[in-house]
């Protein structure tokens, strides 16, 4: 096991009670919906494994089986009421904050199950950041929104000067506002203070970001910086993106996956996706005939 994996057990938790499984090998009979090109060839980071959702009685995703790859953009795109933000909470296991949530099913990180008792939920969203749909900064600071999460997380605070430029830089935000750090983060633009979230993501170190609609509030030319900046960051780290705008799906994404009425219906490059979908369902939504 190698040390991400460690970090994401809970400290009583034995290394020997959970053994990391060949994700590749999960898709093996999978091949009708996710196309076994892809696997074979790119580094797979997350795999979801038959992954189904309640709210209380409300079935709200059935069976989902996904390959998330490594350095790569994937955006989950659908109708309304799909399933996609459920599906992007239970990446982290941010549903299991609401009471009435139920899963079924696995979610692997580097081949361990996310979902096995003896992982440490506070490591595994240190290690799987999320940017959420509205701008949320903390009511403190530009300086104190950056930060509040490696304080938390045991930081020497002689490094947190440097730490504060390396994040608004890789934000795209630096250059507009290193002369008012002490400023409250509400003075910011809306497109600025979704930046400032994404640096906020960032400071803690993630392997995974998760962008649950990050644009959707936001003007043109503050969406045109985000997408800008998620094409920039799958570098560093593993993105996965839910969008209801087709064309931002395909300007930012290397991989898309349809849901509707919570299943999966295709998944396959960004370009093969839009370009020659496999089912009628699919050209129909992307070409703007229903949804």
Known sequence: MNIVNKKLLAKETKEEDIVPVDMRALFKDETEII??????????RMAVKKLSHWYGNNHVLSGISLPIFKNKVTAIIGPSGCGKSTFLRDLNRMNDLIKISRVRGKVYLDGINIYSEGIDLIQLRKKIGMVFQKPNPFPMSIRDNITYGPIIHGINKAYLPGLIKSY???AALWDEVHDRLSESAFSLSGGQQQRLCIARALSIEPEVILFDEPCSALDPHATAKIEDLITKLKAEYTVVIVTHNMQQAARVSDFTA????????E?????????????????????????
């Open 168 to 170: 608004l830089v890789k």
């Open 267 to 291: 998944f396959n490059s960004t370009r093969d996706l839009f370009r020659s979908p496999i089912r009628k369902i699919t050209e129909e939504y992307i070409s703007g005939r229903f949804g």
């Open 258 to 265: 349809f849901f509707n009425l919570g299943e999966l219906i």
């Open 35 to 44: 196309p076994e090109k892809l696997v074979k060839k790119y580094e797979i």
